[in-house]
């Protein structure tokens, strides 16, 4: 009895953890912006993950063309500046692509610039990994029940997690060598001031003991 119930708990804690994981790796957010302005949002997405994006404009008024003034450009560019998406002068639009270099992207959008300035909401959903799969079209090629598509996206999800944690120990252990690489700069340095100071102070007391030792001459 004692053991189903701590097996029930950690299946709690699993499912919490699995549904944490998924809505970080599902970023959907909607921000305002001014024209003439850039706004940058940025996403840490591993070597070889399938990467999806959707961006609109918010029409507040339902069933009303938006005017020409709103629209924007938008760009999605790796950690080492190489383009992977470019849309310019819209006010809607989709990107997908499959990350080569790991790191951050950035997406970023320009307002286009108006007079008088004008306001208006964007509404971009961001997703990398597993949340990217487009899981609807998977059950209908596979032809699979609610239970084994519940069952592969759990598995998918597990998956994802394991690499994500080898991914984290490895950029943990890359953090710990530059730390220690500027340690060691550091201790070089403060070795060499300290050495560079005790010299100066060395010629300082040098050179007053010979102007000491010329004046008691004269």
């Known amino acids: 009895m004692l053991t189903m119930k701590l097996l029930k708990k950690h299946m709690v804690y699993f499912f919490v953890i699995i549904i944490g994981y998924l809505s970080i790796m599902a970023q959907s957010i909607r921000f305002e912006m001014e024209s003439g302005r ?8 591993k070597t070889n993950s399938m990467t999806v994006g959707r961006y609109s404009l918010v029409n507040p008024n339902e069933g009303r063309p938006l005017p020409e003034s709103h629209k924007f450009t938008l760009r999605v560019t790796s950690m080492y500046g190489n383009s992977y998406h ?3 002068h819209v006010q809607s639009g989709q990107f ?16 286009l610039d108006h ?25 209908k090629r596979g032809s699979v029940d609610a239970m084994e598509l519940e069952l592969k996206k759990l598995e998918d999800t597990i998956t994802s997690i394991h690499e994500e944690m080898f991914y984290l120990r490895e950029r943990e252990r890359e953090m710990q060598q530059l730390n220690f690489d500027t340690n060691s700069k550091m201790f070089r340095l403060s070795f060499l001031s300290l050495f560079v100071c005790l010299s100066v102070a060395g010629l300082q007391v040098y050179h007053l003991k010979s102007f000491f030792e010329k004046k008691k001459l004269i």
């Open 38 to 45: 850039t706004k940058c949002i940025s996403e840490d997405i």
């Open 115 to 139: 007079h008088p300035v004008v306001k208006f909401s964007i509404e971009f959903d961001w997703k990398s990994g597993v949340a990217a799969k487009d899981w609807s079209n998977i059950a």
């Open 86 to 88: 470019y849309a310019d």
């Open 96 to 111: 997908a692509f499959q990350a080569v270099e790991g790191g951050d992207y950035m997406a970023c959008f320009f307002a």
